[in-house]
């Protein structure tokens, strides 16, 4: 069977990668380079805890896929996961609830006091009396690295063309004939569509009337040579702040301390450059300003937004056929990545005609 992937983010080239593991011809198109920019609110590096809190399914399902990335570590030859634990801020009752879920879901963790949390990291202010679940398993996913191991290795392989730079105008869902802005058609036995927010002009009309874009901003920090020895065994942290949607990724792989936050996020009329607006990025700097002792302007190096979706169904976004011959899934950021490898291996049993590999994710395993 010959498979056109559109798209060229995380969860299409991983799926490209799981059809040609299945024996099956490939092509992968995309409007930019391959391998892209990562494109996501989380920049270059992505938060990867497993645990749902009240949910057995959704965390065994992220345990499953921190499994699968050291597969694909293993396939690839490269180093894509940092793993350096994650923190996760909650009610000290609902921490050691967390932990013994996580436990019985097959991970390692524990459930972490307030005074614990400030004697193993006394460089951040987590206060206001919560305690945390500590992931010894979870850790930092690296993005920009993903990209590149994947379509490094698609490269190499019989019966895959890649296909950079070629805008897509419209997928053929009964034929799974791809058409290009420049009048070329890729003709294969079927295709799929993994859309993010700049190409989700490809999906149809049942998924994105339930879209939303968002501007999420994030300021990129060098953290003061001081404190080099504390950040170097600091895993990333969630549950930030007083509303719980602020969030950082400490400095592993050579990369920045990032910033973000969550909420509220602004909803975003059109596509815009990188530059994050001044007014944001101040509030962001007040905010980390209770958060991080000593910090101030001089440690950003850079602030930017991105632009992503949302989709307005709890749980994530389903595919979506296109015909008889044709898939379409929307790439929402924070869900498409942490679960990218099961994602894509249901969509390739779907593309290849076998029955879905079960993922856990409601969305995903819906008939």
């Not at 080239?13 to 024996?23: D, F, P, Q, R």
């Not at 801020?89 to 400030?118: H, S």
């Not at 206001?128 to 992931?135: H, M, P």
């Amino acid at each position: 069977m010959r498979v056109t992937v559109v798209g060229g983010g995380v969860v299409a080239l991983i799926t490209a990668v799981e059809c040609v593991l299945s024996g099956h011809q490939v092509a992968v198109v995309d409007r930019g380079p391959l391998p892209a920019r990562p494109a996501t609110a989380f920049g270059q590096h992505r938060i990867m805890a497993a645990l749902n809190p009240a949910d057995f399914a959704g965390t065994a399902a992220g345990l499953r896929a921190q499994h699968r990335w050291g597969e694909l570590e293993e396939l690839f030859s490269a180093r894509l996961y940092e793993r350096v634990g994650a923190l996760s801020l909650m009610p000290p009752p609902a921490a050691t609830e967390g932990a013994a879920l996580l436990a019985e879901a097959g991970g390692r963790a524990r459930a972490l006091t307030a005074d614990g949390l400030a004697g193993r990291y006394p460089h951040l202010n987590l206060g206001g009396g919560r305690g945390a679940v500590l992931e010894e398993g979870a850790g930092v996913l690296l993005t920009d690295r993903v990209l590149a191991a994947a379509v490094g290795w698609l490269r190499w392989q019989p019966g895959v063309e890649l296909h950079p730079y070629r805008p897509v105008a419209s997928v053929d869902g009964e034929s799974g004939a791809v058409r290009l802005v420049n009048g070329d058609v890729l003709r294969g036995d079927v295709a799929l569509v993994a859309a993010g927010a700049r190409s989700r002009g490809l999906l149809p009309p049942v998924i994105t009337e339930q879209l939303t874009l968002h501007r999420t901003s994030l300021l990129h920090c060098r953290v003061p040579r001081r404190q080099a020895a504390a950040w170097a065994s600091t895993p990333p942290v969630a549950g930030l702040g007083a509303t719980g949607g602020a969030w950082l990724v400490p400095p592993v792989a050579g990369g920045a301390l990032t910033l973000g936050s969550t909420t509220p996020r602004h909803p975003a009329g059109e596509l815009t450059g990188v530059a994050a607006e001044a007014g944001r990025q101040r509030r962001l700097e007040s905010g980390f300003g209770d958060l991080l002792p000593g910090f101030g302007p001089d440690w950003i190096t850079r602030a930017e937004h991105h632009i992503t979706l949302s989709f307005a169904e709890p749980g994530g976004p389903g595919p979506a056929a296109l015909g008889g011959a044709g898939y379409a899934y929307a790439v929402c950021g924070s869900t498409s990545l942490t679960y990218a490898p099961l994602i894509a291996r249901s969509l390739a049993d779907r593309l290849t005609d076998a029955a879905p590999s079960p993922t856990g994710l409601s969305a995903l395993d819906r008939p």
